[in-house]
């Protein structure tokens, strides 16, 4: 395995998409983006994959459909889910899901830090 920590984003918005990228290259992730959850799901693994971060309001499949999608074919990637005015349902389904929430608009580096956070956790422990 490489020591590239690979981020597989999901985000329709391609603004909000190649500044995420950006952000993250910067901290020296390899960013893989992607416009729909579609695209993710078709997708195979890699194993320099290191974390997910999925917008949850998604056209066609919303993001926590997909992370449990993802997780049915066996994928167990650290994952955070990122939303504006998320709904108490909606943070219970994600906890529940075992992922992460960050609520837009993401603010300094929050967002990056909980990503390597996430991803120094999942490597100490596999």
């Known amino acids: 395995m490489s020591d590239a920590r690979r981020i597989l984003l999901v985000d329709d918005d391609p603004a909000v998409r190649a500044a995420l990228a950006f952000s993250l290259e910067l901290d ?19 194993p320099d994959d290191a974390c997910l971060v999925l917008d949850y309001r998604l056209p066609g499949m919303n993001g926590l459909a997909l992370l449990g999608l993802l997780r049915s074919r ?48 999942a490597a100490s422990a596999g």
């Open 28 to 46: 020296g992730f390899v960013v893989e983006s992607f416009e729909d959850g579609e695209a993710l799901a078709r997708r195979p693994p890699h």
């Open 74 to 121: 066996g994928v167990r990637l650290p994952a955070v889910l990122i939303t504006s005015n998320p709904t108490r349902s909606i943070c219970k389904a994600v906890a529940e899901a075992g992922a992460e929430l960050i609520e837009k608009p993401l603010l300094c580096d929050g967002l990056n830090r909980r990503i390597k956070a996430l991803v120094a956790g």
